[in-house]
């Protein structure tokens, strides 16, 4: 099982660019790294998915440095909508994935 | 809207009733997932459907019954529950191109059960 460790919470204002960071050091080689939002009293939503490098979607952008044992999360210009818990997952063909406390994210005004 | 729905939405039992729950997935899958997520607490991953076999039984009491009868529906049967057994349990599904575990999930909104 490929452990993850994010923060507990975070704060910041509307119109920031909001970065979260997961480190997962023990990722497998055949491992993805895989973000989920979820509101209160509703599923997790898939936000993006990466490999390697930078993925970048209509919603936000995936850091991975070369060695892959942590990702950063990217929300440009975030909104009071935005405030949600953030889960960072890694997971493979074998390697189950479990969701974890995941980073509650408030946006202020 | 997922592609993924559930129902009922809300659900208040005794601990001697039995009841189910239903998910139905739109999405043309061939995974799906029953997941328990208590107040203030991560999601549990229960059980795990790929091809409509059970792949994955996360320890979970004999009390939750899954059932998958076809690749679109998913149902979880309930019976003697506790009162701690109360909380949303959500239903997911996914192709499985890269392992279930790497696979994109998607969630249905949940069913929030209340055991008195």
């Known amino acids: 099982l490929a452990k993850t460790t994010q923060p507990i919470s975070m704060d910041s204002y509307e119109g920031q660019e909001v970065n979260i960071t997961c480190s997962h050091n023990?990722?497998?080689?055949?491992?993805?790294i895989t973000w989920y939002q979820q509101f209160p009293s509703q599923g997790p939503r898939f936000i993006i998915q990466?490999?390697?490098t930078k993925v970048t979607n209509e919603v936000a952008s995936l850091f991975i440095p070369a060695d892959r044992k942590s990702s950063t999360l990217s929300l440009p210009r975030v909104s009071l909508s935005d405030t949600a818990v953030y889960y960072c997952?890694?997971?493979?063909?074998?390697?189950?994935?479990?969701f974890g406390k995941g980073t509650r994210l408030h946006i202020l005004p | 809207e997922t592609g993924v729905t559930q129902t009922p939405r809300h659900l208040v039992m005794g601990m001697t009733n039995k009841k189910s729950l239903k998910c139905e997935q739109h999405?043309?899958?061939?995974?799906m997932y029953w997941y328990k997520q208590s107040a203030k607490k991560p999601l549990e991953l229960m059980f795990v459907y790929s091809l409509e076999e059970r792949v994955e039984n996360n320890s979970v009491p004999s009390r939750f019954s899954p059932e998958c009868p076809n690749s679109s529906h998913l149902f979880l049967h309930l019976h003697t529950l506790q009162p701690e057994d109360s909380a949303l349990y959500l239903c997911?599904?996914?192709?499985?191109?890269?392992?279930?575990?790497?696979?994109?999930?998607?969630f249905g909104p949940g069913t929030r059960l209340t055991v008195l």
């Open positions: 999405l043309g899958h061939n995974a």
């Open positions: 997911a599904s996914s192709q499985d191109r890269a392992g279930i575990w790497a696979d994109t999930q998607y």
């Open positions: 997952l890694v997971g493979g063909r074998d390697d189950k994935i479990i």
């Open positions: 990466g490999y390697k």
């Open positions: 023990n990722i497998a080689t055949n491992d993805y």
